[in-house]
């Protein structure tokens, strides 16, 4: 019978495969910098300061956003999703 802590060193080596493999969101490949700048724009639209801008409206501005300051987003409706999320 194996010793337990021959499956722990598995289970490690496991859980740190399975961390390595998980694909980063859109957001999360951004650089600290423009994260903060999103993150700011959301905090915005939740407060109402972009006043009566739809949501989608905004997300295609952020992409445009993006796409000009060569940074890669995600489409308009992951976009809008995002933006609906309250921090």
């Known amino acids: 019978m194996a010793k337990p802590s021959s499956l722990a060193d598995i289970d490690a080596a496991v859980a740190l495969a399975a961390a390595s493999t998980r ?6 490949r951004l650089p600290a910098d423009a994260q903060e700048k999103f993150l700011a724009a959301r905090e915005k639209f939740h407060s109402g300061g972009y006043g009566s801008l739809p949501r989608l409206t905004l997300a295609r501005a952020l992409i445009d956003y993006a796409e000009k300051n060569g940074l890669r987003a995600c489409d308009y409706k ?4 995002w933006l609906a999320k309250q921090n």
Not at 23 to 28: I, K, V
Not at 78 to 81: D, F, K, L, Q
């Open 23 to 28: 694909r980063l969101t859109w957001f999360e």
């Open 78 to 81: 992951r976009m809008g999703e």
